[in-house]
Structure formats: C-alpha cells, structure tokens
C-alpha cells in the first residue's frame, strides 16, 4: 500500500508538529508514507470565496502530485471534503475524478481503511473533541445531533484508544466555531462571538485541551483563547493519537 | 399572453424531466402495526395544552360541563340540545353573530394519535367559524375513531367531500412574546376531548 | 448597498442582547430535536417529503392547471400573477369591486416577498397583521425577522412600550399572557369588523383544488371564516399532488419549525362558505427562473418551517434582519439572489457552510451545497469584490507553483499574506480579537528533507 500525506498549506506553515505527528502515526502503522515535496494546497481557500474558476492551477499540482498513490491521507478534514468534491483539472480529468475516492481524512484512514485497534499512546488530560463541521457532516466522521440515526465517533473511538485521555462532555457538542474560510475575515463579528462560544463551553465543560482533526477551527479557537489568556490549549488529534509530542523549534 | 399563459409556459420550460411519486402505501402501512393509539393520544393531547376525558357513553358529557350559567353554549350534538343550543342553526346567518359564544360542543369525525389532532369538518361545525371564535371549545370524540398517524388519517377522510374542515390539536396559542407559551389566542382559550369509550 | 456582514457587525455590538437571541432560537432547535428524534423513521420522512416536492417541480405546469381547474369546480376564482406587482393589483383590485378599505391578514410570507402592504397603504388600504409576532413588528413599523417567529428578535420589555404606546397596556407591563390578551382584545374587534382577510397557504392540493392553512394562534381561520371575501396567496412552488400527501408534510412541517406534533389549527379550504367569495392568487414572481436553475431549483421545495434559520450559527448571531430580505436565514440565501443577484450577493457568503441547514431540512434541500454554488455564480457574474479578486489571482498564482510557495514560505511564510487572515496589521479583521501562531522555525516540508531524505 502506497500512501501519499498531503499536509495542506497552513498546517505545513503553521503547525508543522501536527504534520509530523500524523507522517509518524502512519510509519507506526507499518505504511511506507510518501511526502511528494511540490505539494501546496486542496484549492479550497479560492473555491469556498466563489473562485472555483481559479483552481485549476492547484487541482492539477495535486494530480500531478499524488497520482501514483494507492491513498492520500490528509490530517485536515475541511481540505478533504474540497478535494472529494471539487478536485478536477481540464487535462487529466478522469485521473483527478478517481483521485476522489483515495483521499482520506487521518481518522477516517485509521478507522475505515488501517482498521485501527490500538494505539500506543498516553495523554492524561480533559480533552474537549471539536467536530469540525467538514469532517463531521461531510464526511461524516461522527453521527450528527440533527439526525434521528445511531451515534458513531471515530476521532472520538480513536481518542479512546488513547491512555488517560478523559473526554469532556460539550453543551452543543456539534455546533461550527465560525472559522469558515474567508468567512472568519469578511464576517468578522460573527465568526469572532461564534469562537467565543465555542471555546466557553469547552473552558465551562472543564477541557484543558480542544482537539479536533481540523486545524483550520484549531487556529482559530486558539486566536481567542490566546487573545483572553486562557489556559485552555488547542492540539491537532494526530499529536494526542501518536503519544509523543516532538517540537521543532 | 395572459400572466396564466405565460407562468404555464415559462414553467414549462424550465422543469425537469419527470420524476416519479414515491409509494405512499408503505407509510400506510407503518401506522397500522401502533397500538395503544388513545394512550398516545391521551398523553400527546395534554402536552398540547388540551384536556381529555374517557367517558363511557355521550351523555356523561354534561356531568363535565362547567360554565358560567347564562352564557351562551352552542353544539351540533342533538343529544345534547338540552344544555346547548342547535349550532346548524346559525349556518346561513351571519357569524359576527357568534362573538359571544362561551363554549361550543361540537363531533370530531376522527382522531390522531400521533399529534392529538381531531378532525372536525364543516357539518359538525355548524357553521366554520364556531369552533374558533368560542372562549372554550369541547370535542367529542369515540374510541374507536382514533387513528395511529396522518397516513391513517387521510385514509380516512378519502372521498369526502368537505367545503371546510380542520384539523383541531389544543386551544389557540402562540409563542411568539419571547418563547413563552400562552393559551388563548385568537381562538379557544381551552380544549377539552370527550373520548367516548364503551 | 446593505451588507449582511455589516449589519451583523451592528447586531454583535450589544453582545448580551446576541447570547440572548442565540440562546432563545437554539432552545427551538432543541424542541425539533426532540420532537424529530421520536420519530424512528423521521429520515425517511425526510426523503420522502423531497421526492414529492421533486415530482411536482417535474410535473409543476400540469399539477397547476388540474389544480386551477379543480378549485374553479369548487367555487373559487383563480388569478395568476407573474410578479409581486401583479400580485399587488390583483389583491387591490378584489377590494376596489366591493369598497373595502381595511383588511385584515394572517402571516404570509409571500405577501411579505410582494411588499403588498406597503403598496396598499399607498393606495389608501389599511391591513392589519393578525398573527401576534407579526402584528408586533407591524406596530414597530419593522419586518419580520423570522418566517415562523416574527418578533423573535425583541424582548418582551420591549413589546409592553410598543403595546403601551399603540394598544393602551400599562406602562411597564411586560408578563406575556397579559401582553396576549391585550393582542387578543384588539385584534378580535378587527376580525369582527374587517369584510376582507388576506391569508397565505402551505399547502394546495391538485387532486382536489383545496389549500391548507396552518396556524397555531387561529388567526387565519377567524380572519377568512368572518370577512365575505377571502384571498389566498400562494407561490406556485406550494402545489401538492393529491391529499394523501399532505400527512407527509404535515407530520414535518410543524416538528421541524416549533417542535410541536402539529399546529392547533390545520385549516383545510375547499369551498367558499355560502355568501362569501373566495379568491386564490398563483403567484410566480421569479419562480419559474429558479425553477430553470438546475443547482437551485431544489429551494422550492422549501415548506417555510424556518429548522435552517433556528439550527443556523450565523443567523443566530447575526439576527433575521442582516439579511435584508423578506425570507433570512439559510435558505433565504439561497433563494433572494435569484431575485436580485446584485442586491443579495453578499447572502450566500454570510455562513461558514457548516451543513446543519441541510441536516435539518425537512425537505432535504441541499441548501450549504447551493450556498457554495451561489457564490461561483455571483463571482463569475462580476459581483464580487475587485481587491478580493486581485487577492484571490495572486494566491492562486502562488499556490500552482511550488518554487514560488517555496521561497514564500522561507521569507517569513510570506505566501500566508494572500490568505485573508494572516497578515497581522491593525487593518485586518482576523487581528480585532484573535491572535496567529507564532510561525515556526521550520516549515513541515523543511523539517521533512532534513529527517526523511
């Protein structure tokens, strides 16, 4: 099995602790994990502001990119929704098509994919689990409260695999921090009381940690807890699923 | 062209092709298998804001009745003709004429577990306006006309034809002053359901 | 031009008054929770419901004319109106034949679309809003802010000066059964003295040419049951196939908007009573365009439950009115730009597309995915923003080529500065009241040649 990682721009710029926790939790697994070292970005940042059009250029980077993969396996839920949806190129269109169905969110691989039962890994922490709307409700990474359906989690069973991970129950434990792209500048008042919210009822619900498999929410819960002070600290799943935590710095 | 010529034709233009109905009959009969229909009915009645009373045969009616003497009291039930007025006597009348009825005691044709809902048509209104502009409004209902969901109930009331007829689920109500509820209204400020069990 | 994010930024200054508004429409959603989750087979339901609406958006030209020819057989005069001006006259003209000069109307949100009571006013004929949250804002002379809440957005104080003012309450009085029983004493004199009532529909019949009003209050039923002449509004969207359907959407429509079983009152009209006229308006008014838009034509399967404003984040921090437009909230979005394009072009952005809308829709509009297709249109058609555009050119210039992002990233993750939220100067939003990561020594990529090649 040929696995590429794509880690997305902002996580390969910003948290790079995040890229390599996931890069190390799948050697762990026994995969031979390719970095294809062109990689940029899903495309998502123009498409989701309306300027699908302008994507070409991107889509057809990350074919060319990861064309020789069996799967491509992405730590950021909201990047591989875009690509499940959106990913095609005026060249190569039939390869970007079937492209689609190989892209994986980390939970999602580990869970459907790598069957994961086990993890080696502790952290002994109140841990709140954001759902990043992306990956819960498009990809359907757990169930929905607006659904009259089963309850499932699979960064939630993942974290369960974890050594004294102690998840904190939320008051609206699916509702959207408000980070939303482009949505977090252009609508700034709403997108800001939206994270504040968010990030209340994990601080009220006792969380010393928010994780979620989206860093994009991350950053932005962090922006705000670390505008106000708060103790409360963000940490992408990976890290917590791969038990150790290296620093780059 | 006329607005009727050209909405038809622009709206012809514009649809897609043909999709098919789903099949109703399935739902149809998903209600048929719901016992304990008047339990249901009884408990989803009350979080209504209704009332419901078993009783075992019409006349016990009367014995529940409890109005200011001398108010005006209208209903469709002949058995009843003894404490009410005849309400099918107002039909053709003008029904501002109805503004002062305290309490109207009127038939309901079927009932709805699911919802509490009591079908009420036009005949046994007496006359349409009745059953909203009455302070207090009495159903009456048999047992046995309880059906478990909306799919049973439009089974019911197919080939009739009514030029009125409602649904009726609680007494009036709103919400809209900051979520609060508050029975009453523009319609009946209360509703009690005779549930007539043999 | 009016801007939903600037007018939300207004609506976010009073941060309370946003908890507040937030709190109280999430406690709605809370109650369809429950009243869906009860429903074992509410997903079904769900699906069920959209096909319906599909066939009949399929078939929609033949469903009208059974339609129109049945309720004719029943006594009803049928009008058709291509636009809201149409409607407008329509419903003057009615009252013009019999000298009525004073209406009364029970909620339609139609006639909201159509600005109908403003262009009666002009013409010298007054209305009065029957339902109570309607009736409110009336007073306070503003719109509606929700399709099935009207005053969600005011508080009961509030209310107690409005009704002080207008209505002779106590001043100070703000307990709402008092506040509704002043509503209801007033109110009561209008259905009684008014000859004409204006009431919309949810439903209409093409089987049988009867239409269905639901109401909880009663409002429509006395309005229409004491005037001589009744007019009915309806998108020609509201069309139902036969009557076997409506348990379907009744079982829906109520769950969804308040999480009740169903309204009080699901008022079935077939027939004019004896002695009174009964006049149906089909109206289109853009209909039949958004019919043709393959992406969008799904929106009219709306039933107007108002689950997508309740459920949305952004509308409950933003409130109905930043959305300037008669239906707000998610679906709102999706359907006023087919309206006007340029008007309503900030709507579709005004959400982070979370997908909760769709996830509650009780007809399974797939309304975050149409939001997202809004915005291409809006883009291509050229009513986006000029500086957005250059931004957007220049990051998509650099996110296709690799060696530019490259040396972006070692000069201080410089290719960040076209992603909108990166650059930290006072004169961008993201910095008002969040903060960024400290950019790191190394980028992944780095730290990937020096341990992994």
């Known amino acids: 099995m040929k696995v590429g990682l794509f880690i997305p721009c902002y996580v390969d710029q910003f948290y790079p602790n995040a890229a390599i926790a996931t890069l190390e939790l799948l050697e762990k697994q026994g995969i031979a994990v390719g970095y294809p070292a062109r990689q940029t970005c899903c495309g998502q940042p123009m498409a989701n502001s309306g300027y699908e059009h302008l994507t070409e250029g991107c889509n057809s980077l990350f074919v060319d990119n990861f064309a020789g993969y069996d799967y491509i396996v992405t730590p950021s839920g909201s990047c591989a929704l875009h690509l499940k949806e959106h990913l095609h190129t005026k060249k190569n269109n039939g390869v970007a098509l079937g492209m689609r169905k190989k892209i994986y969110e980390l939970t999602e691989f580990l869970t459907d994919v790598l069957k994961v039962k086990k993890l080696d890994a502790k952290f002994p922490h109140r841990v709140g689990l954001h759902q990043s709307c992306h990956g819960q409700r498009g990809l359907k990474l757990a169930q929905m409260t607006e659904l009259t359906a089963a309850p499932f989690s699979k960064p939630a069973a993942l974290l369960g695999m974890v050594e004294g991970v102690e998840l904190v129950p939320l008051t609206r434990p699916d509702e959207c921090c408000g980070f939303g792209g482009t949505f977090c500048v252009a609508e700034e008042a709403v997108s800001v009381k939206m994270g504040k919210d968010r990030v209340a009822d994990h601080e009220q619900n006792g969380a010393e940690y928010i994780t979620a498999a989206d860093l994009s929410c991350l950053m932005h819960m962090e922006g705000i807890l670390h505008r106000k002070n708060s103790s409360v600290k963000v940490i992408h799943i990976a890290e917590i699923l791969n038990g150790v935590k290296e620093e780059v710095v | 062209m006329t607005s009727r010529d050209k909405i038809l034709a622009d709206v012809r233009k514009s649809q897609p092709p043909v999709s098919s109905l789903p099949d109703m009959q399935v739902w149809e009969n998903k209600g048929q298998a719901n016992a304990n229909v008047i339990d249901t009915f009884k408990m989803v009645a009350a979080n209504v804001g209704g009332k419901v009373i078993i009783i075992n045969k019409l006349d016990e009616v009367r014995g529940h009745l409890n109005f200011i003497p001398g108010s005006r009291v209208l209903t469709t039930i002949p058995a009843l003709f003894d404490v009410a007025g005849n309400a099918a006597d107002y039909t053709d009348a003008m029904p501002h004429e109805l503004e002062n009825v305290e309490l109207a005691i009127l038939p309901a044709e079927f009932g709805v577990a699911e919802n509490s809902a009591l079908w009420v048509t036009e005949t046994q209104m007496g006359t349409r306006v009745l059953p909203f502009i009455c302070q207090h409004l009495a159903l009456v209902v048999n047992a046995a006309d309880i059906v478990p969901d909306m799919h049973a109930a439009y089974l019911r009331t197919q080939g009739t034809d009514n030029g009125f007829a409602a649904f009726i689920a609680g007494p009036s109500k709103t919400a809209d002053i900051e979520q609060s509820l508050v029975l009453g209204a523009h319609g009946p400020r209360s509703l009690i359901v005779f549930v007539v069990t043999p | ?453």
């Open chain 3, 1 to 453: 031009m009016k801007h939903h994010a600037d007018l939300a930024e207004v609506f976010n200054k009073d941060e309370e008054r946003v908890d507040w508004h937030d709190e109280t429409l999430w406690w709605v959603r809370q109650k369809r929770d429950k009243a869906s989750h009860q429903i074992p087979d509410w997903e079904e339901l769900r699906e069920t419901a959209s096909q319906i609406k599909l066939n009949v958006l399929s078939d929609l030209a033949n469903y009208l004319e059974q339609f129109e020819k049945q309720a004719i057989a029943n006594g009803v005069t049928v009008h058709w109106a291509a636009d809201a001006k149409e409607h407008n006259q329509i419903v003057h003209a009615i009252l013009q034949e019999h000298g009525i000069t004073q209406m009364v109307k029970s909620k339609s949100m139609l006639t909201e679309e159509c600005h109908l009571n403003h262009y009666l006013e002009e013409q010298g004929i007054g209305v009065i809003d029957s339902d109570l949250g309607e009736r409110i804002v009336q007073l306070a002379n503003e719109p509606p802010s929700h399709i099935v809440l009207p005053c969600i957005h005011k508080k009961k104080e509030e209310i107690g000066e409005i009704f002080h003012e207008h209505l002779g309450s106590k001043k100070g009085e703000d307990d709402p059964q008092i506040l509704t029983e002043t509503a209801r004493t007033h109110l009561r004199s209008t259905f009684l003295t008014r000859k004409a009532a204006l009431t919309g529909v949810n439903f209409a019949v093409a089987e049988t040419g009867e239409f269905v009003v639901c109401t909880n209050e009663g409002n429509a039923d006395m309005g229409a049951h004491l005037a001589d002449v009744h007019i009915a509004s309806m998108g020609i969207e509201k069309l139902i196939p036969q009557r076997k359907h409506l348990g379907v959407f009744l079982r829906l429509l109520t769950r969804s908007a308040t999480g009740q079983p169903i309204t009080t009152y699901s008022s079935h009209f077939k027939k004019p009573r004896p002695g009174q006229q009964m006049h149906l308006i089909l109206v289109d008014n853009g209909r039949s365009i958004q019919l043709g838009r393959e992406d969008f034509r799904n929106s009219l399967k709306c039933i107007r439950c108002g689950a997508c404003m309740n459920t949305c984040p952004v509308y409950r921090r933003s409130g109905g009115h930043s959305y300037h437009t008669a239906v707000a909230g998610p679906i709102g979005s999706i359907l006023a730009p087919n309206l006007d394009m340029k008007q309503y072009a900030d709507l579709p952005f005004a959400s982070t597309l979370c997908g909760s809308c769709s996830n509650v829709c009780p007809v399974k509009i797939d309304i975050h995915d149409q939001l997202y297709k809004w915005r291409q249109v809006i883009i291509k058609e050229g009513y986006g923003d000029k500086k957005k555009t250059l931004a957007m050119q220049a990051m998509a210039f650099t996110l296709s080529n690799p060696s530019a992002y490259r040396i972006a990233g070692k000069a201080g993750r410089v290719v960040m500065k076209y992603a909108p939220f990166a650059v930290n100067n006072s004169l961008n939003p993201w910095y008002k009241q969040r903060d960024m990561p400290k950019p790191p020594k190394q980028s992944f990529g780095e730290w990937y040649s020096e341990h992994r090649k």
